[in-house]
């Protein structure tokens, strides 16, 4: 089955502190993975997508596929990351984007 | 330039009535796809188009849901005799081809009563 699960559904850390937003996944094949993000009252819009390997807004994630993972990480967390963050799995059988439950993030000042 | 839009914003209706919302894609995109989720889920796939042709269903919940997108830009999803269960936030998104970086409206919040 394919399968995305975010463990933490509220992640909250101080401003400063290192961030790191679980993802596993569930997928026979190659997979291709993405993290969207939703800050308050704005759409979904992309943070990251495993395969260009960009660093955006100081965000990093690795594809472990030993541990079928695909954390997102940040050094020093800033108050303006504050959002929901989805992780997601593209499914190119069938064209669609399997999304994570979610995790909130709240970085505290 | 202009990103995906989607009307209505916010849908309140009655149980039993029809609704229809509209899905704007950014121009030029060839994949359109609409997502539905519930509080506190991720987005859960519904069906997108390439061009005009609907090329996955599969995530209709019942055939009370439709979707159409006659001349390859506009999509409408339309849900008859609505259900509280129904109510939800529906996400329109386009790619500028199949397998390419999903770009998301704003959503359309469904209330039915």
């Known amino acids: 089955a394919q399968r995305v699960t975010q463990p933490e559904k509220l992640l909250s850390v101080f401003k400063g502190a290192p961030v790191e937003l679980k993802c596993n996944y569930s997928?026979?094949?190659?997979?291709?993975l993405f993290w969207y993000v939703q800050y308050s009252r704005q759409r979904l819009q992309l943070l990251l997508r495993?395969?260009s390997r960009e660093s955006i807004k100081g965000f990093t994630a690795d594809l472990n596929k030993g541990e079928t993972s695909f954390h997102l990480k940040k050094p020093f967390a800033q108050e303006e990351d504050s959002a929901m963050y989805y992780c997601?799995?593209?499914?190119?059988?069938?064209?669609?984007?399997?999304f994570g439950q979610g995790t909130t993030l709240q970085v505290k000042p | 330039g202009a990103g995906v839009s989607q009307s209505p914003r916010y849908k309140v209706t009655k149980r039993g009535q029809d609704v229809a919302l509209r899905c704007d894609p950014i121009?030029?995109?060839?994949?359109l796809y609409w997502y539905r989720q519930a509080l506190g889920q991720g987005p859960e796939f519904l069906t997108y188009?390439?061009?005009?042709?609907?090329?996955?269903k599969s995530g209709l919940p019942n055939d009370r849901f439709s979707a159409e997108r006659p001349e390859g830009s506009i999509s409408t999803l339309t849900i008859q005799r609505t259900e509280q269960r129904d109510s939800a936030m529906y996400r329109c998104?386009?790619?500028?081809?199949?397998?390419?970086?999903?770009?998301f409206g704003p959503g359309t919040r469904l209330t039915v009563l």
């Open positions: 997601a799995l593209f499914s190119s059988n069938t064209g669609k984007l399997i």
């Open positions: 188009f390439n061009y005009e042709a609907q090329q996955d």
């Open positions: 997928y026979s094949g190659s997979p291709e």
């Open positions: 495993h395969i």
């Open positions: 121009s030029g995109h060839v994949s």
């Open positions: 998104a386009s790619s500028l081809v199949e397998r390419d970086t999903q770009y």
